[in-house]
């Protein structure tokens, strides 16, 4: 089966479809789509300063390399920012990858560690608590500091369709329902300039479509994938998904279109007034932010 626009040969077949597409093709059909995203949710306007937390991998760089284009074109900048969470093996690799590919596209790149912030890296403090638990409170408060310092007013992540469903499931599954209502192409529930805006420019683009277009732009050598990723419990979700898309296509998109119907509604209940952690100043719902809590215990 041929190209569907040029009758040439295909490099994929579109998820929830029969269509296939060129390498060309393929690659308008990809940057049309995060160029639509984009005006669909107003999630980039004229005048904004953009922050992309980048790592190396697929996914960011090319929203990285997307972001850099779309800036030019519609007056809006864009500067990259990484973290060193200290993984021996892993992260000085894609951090490696990302420098190299920033000086090549002229992309201004920060780079923030947890080691110069919280004293230790992520190597170390695996020991005392589960890794993906501190990574995931730790990048985030590092990424929303840093952001503020840098003056940005959005922060844009490469959270694909894949990503989201999984969230969206992990959230049912540990009823963490509240949860969910910060998710979305635009994350969060209450505006407050102690949180910098984030987007999600990649939403309704899946894994294998990402990968496609990152493999198709030589963003990607060899793929390496993080070495506490394995026995995580979105590893399991991501799995299980996995399973249930490849025997009943369109699975995942389903979730995700089922999720934004109710999304409305989970974002018009009442929360709790955001306070400043007693410890650092930053926003928490509580006295003491999940960021403090946990250096404080490990």
């Known amino acids: 089966m041929a190209c569907k626009n ?21 690659i308008k059909y990809f ?3 995060v160029a639509k995203t984009i005006g ?35 007056n ?47 190597d170390k403090l695996v020991k005392k608590e589960r890794p993906c638990t501190i990574c995931g409170v730790l990048r985030r408060a590092l990424l929303n500091k840093k952001s503020k310092e840098l003056k940005i007013n959005k922060l844009a992540t490469g959270h694909n369709l894949d990503d989201e469903s999984q969230s969206v499931l992990m959230n049912y599954f540990r009823r963490n329902i509240k949860l969910s209502a910060r998710l979305g192409p635009i994350t969060g529930v209450v505006k407050d300039e102690r949180f910098i ?20 732009k030589g963003f990607i050598g060899e793929y390496i994938t993080c070495p506490y990723e394995v026995d995580s ?44 952690c007693k410890e650092c100043g930053e926003p928490s719902s509580q006295d003491i932010c999940q960021a403090c809590k946990l250096v404080k215990k490990i």
């Open 6 to 26: 040029c009758k040439t040969k295909p490099v994929i077949k579109l998820p929830n479809s029969n269509v296939q597409l060129c390498k060309n093709d393929f």
């Open 76 to 122: 809006f900048k864009i500067i990259g920012i990484a973290i060193d969470e200290g993984i021996k093996g892993y992260r000085d690799f894609t951090l490696k990858d990302l420098k190299e590919f920033c000086k090549k596209n002229k992309i201004n790149l920060k780079i923030y560690s947890f080691k110069d912030e919280f004293k230790s890296t992520l």
């Open 197 to 216: 805006k984030r987007i999600k420019p990649l939403y309704f683009l899946t894994e294998k479509e990402t990968s496609t277009y990152a493999f198709i």
């Open 40 to 74: 669909k949710y107003k999630l980039i306007e004229k005048g904004d300063y953009v922050g992309v937390a980048a790592s190396g991998g697929k996914d960011s760089t090319s929203l990285l390399y997307i972001l850099n284009i779309l800036a030019k074109k519609n």
């Open 233 to 276: 419990y979105r590893a399991s979700v991501r799995d299980m998904l996995n399973d249930f898309e490849e025997k009943y296509p369109g699975t995942k998109y389903n979730v995700i279109s089922s999720f934004l119907e109710i999304l409305p509604l989970l974002k018009n209940k009442k929360i709790a007034a955001i306070k400043s």
């Open 31 to 33: 940057e049309r789509k």
